[in-house]
């Protein structure tokens, strides 16, 4: 059976005792905005913070005000009062480790709780300064990094392991003007510099791929006939 769910209306009394509290409040604010002492009101209770009963800090532009009593950190609700060192996040005051360990996280090389004395940040990891190394030589990274496979690498180690050589000139295939690797001309299994895939002996550089080889010479049409009556 269906109970009968009705909530009795607010009485009278209830609605008046509201109107008189907001009243209260209300005065009480005026009075504070005379009181030189009034820092503002309390994020966590709603009071004034008069004087050095107060903490403050700035976040997103507004400056927040608690009672001592009332400032404690947003997760674990120890209390901060007295300069017990904090940091902010999303407005809200945080206890050290609950700032390390909820907010920062772990570092994604060693698996260890991150601190506040330095995050990097790379592709949505996060590493101690000295934690974002590259894979290969273990050389710290600063600002400057290749990413491959999701690791890190220096550029002497990218070009190393990831960029190919040429099979004509025998160097890396790297842009001339910046150093960065270019796209490279696949040919029978080897990779060549768009400039090199060329023939050894009128310099030609082939189109469509229409090369013949040579004791792993290239060469055009032209110069591999000659080359083969020899
Ligand atoms: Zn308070
Ligand atoms: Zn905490
Ligand atoms: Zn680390
Ligand atoms: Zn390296
Ligand atoms: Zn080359
Ligand atoms: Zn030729």
């Known amino acids: 059976m269906a109970a009968d769910q009705t909530t009795p209306a607010p ?3 209830t609605a008046a005792a509201k109107v008189g509290e907001i009243l209260r409040k209300h005065e009480l604010d005026l009075t504070m905005v005379e009181n030189p002492e009034f820092r503002g009101h309390c994020e966590s209770c709603g009071e004034p913070v008069i004087g050095s009963d107060g ?49 920062l996280g772990c570092c994604d090389g060693c698996g260890l709780v991150l601190n506040q004395n330095g995050v990097v940040r790379a592709k949505n990891k996060k590493f101690h300064p000295g934690c974002f ?6 050389v710290r990274l600063d600002g400057r990094y290749y990413e491959k496979e999701g690791s890190f690498w220096c550029r002497n180690c990218y070009v190393d392991v990831f960029v190919p050589t040429c099979g004509s000139c025998g160097l890396k295939i790297l842009s001339e003007q910046d150093g960065q690797p270019v796209t490279s001309i696949d040919w029978k299994g080897k990779k060549y510099h768009q400039q090199c895939f ?7 550089l082939f189109v469509d791929l229409k090369a013949f080889q040579i004791d792993g010479n290239l060469y055009c049409k032209n110069c591999h006939s000659i080359r083969s009556k020899q």
């Open 55 to 103: 903490v403050s800090y700035k976040a997103e532009s507004l400056t927040r005000f608690f009672h001592q009593r009332c400032f404690q950190c947003v997760i674990c609700q120890t209390s901060l009062r007295g300069g017990t060192e904090f940091f902010v996040n999303n407005s809200a005051p945080h206890c050290v480790s609950c700032y390390q360990e909820k907010v």
């Open 198 to 204: 060329g023939c050894t002996d009128c310099k030609k």
């Open 11 to 13: 009485s009278a009394a």
């Open 133 to 138: 190394v590259c894979k290969k030589d273990g």
